[in-house]
């Protein structure tokens, strides 16, 4: 094809046909740029069809992760749940001692309370992956770009309280350490321990009342209990992130693989 063009071209500038030359020059230009043009949009159109081919394996993977997380952050909310309530019944017991009835359930609120901590742990690898790639442009919702980011940035936001909490978690163990294990009866002991036989009800008697006198572990477990209802709010609100950016991916994986 090009000989072609080379032998016209030729001809005509032999036979001093200028004008008809420059047409014919012209026109080849315009041929050549149309050329140019078109292969380009050709490979701009596959490049696209590829990008939109990895945005939709990204959103599925990214689904999938963000299900894991909603069951998890479930299950987080409702053991926070149960820490304070936990952290709040003991306070009030140790605040109404006369209130006090001889039973067991002294030891869950502290177990399961005012010593207990659970934190959010989401599925996060594959946007961890994304924003290592450089590729977060590749998600064309920009509603679902914002949502990933602030939930990305709640996350470490939350992770700084951490640090706080187990130190008052620490505390809070170090004042009961001395008594603590003589709340736990026959059972927990068998159960936790292997062992044949718990403490006596005059070992637990005598630790309810260390415990219920104990105001130094009073003090630290009300910052405790209003620390674990800041979380308790803070995992919430991590749930309605997650509920949203789920929204937002089933949306975008609908329009885009019909």
Request: glycine letters at 4%; one cysteine or more.
């Amino acid at each position: 094809m090009i000989n072609f063009f080379r032998k016209i071209r030729k001809k005509l500038a032999d036979d001093n046909k200028t004008l008809k030359y420059l047409k014919y020059a012209i026109g080849e230009i315009v041929l050549v740029v149309i050329g140019i043009l078109f292969a380009l949009q050709i490979n701009s159109w596959n490049q696209n069809r590829l990008e939109r081919i990895e945005e939709i394996e990204i959103l599925e993977s990214m689904r999938t992760d963000f299900i894991q997380t909603k069951n998890r952050v479930h299950e987080t909310i409702k053991l926070q749940s149960k820490v304070v309530v936990r952290c709040s019944k003991l306070m009030r017991l140790m605040i109404e001692k006369s209130n006090y009835k001889y039973n067991d359930s002294i030891a869950d609120y502290l177990f399961s309370g005012a010593l207990a901590y659970w934190r959010v742990e989401p599925v996060n690898g594959t946007y961890d992956a994304l924003i290592g790639s450089g590729k977060t442009g590749i998600i064309q919702n920009q509603d679902l770009s914002r949502l990933l980011a602030e939930f990305s940035a709640e996350l470490k936001y939350g992770f700084e309280d951490e640090n706080y909490s187990i130190q008052l978690n620490s505390l809070l163990t170090e004042k009961c350490s001395a008594y603590a294990p003589f709340l736990l009866n026959d059972d927990r002991i068998v159960r936790t321990t292997g062992l044949k036989t718990g403490y006596s009800e005059s070992d637990r008697h005598d630790a309810v009342t260390k415990h219920l006198n104990n105001t130094s572990f009073l003090g630290i477990l009300y910052q405790k209990s209003l620390m674990e209802k800041f979380r308790l709010e803070y995992q919430q609100n991590m749930l309605k992130y997650v509920e949203n950016i789920l929204i937002d991916i089933e949306s975008e994986l609908e329009i885009k693989t019909k």
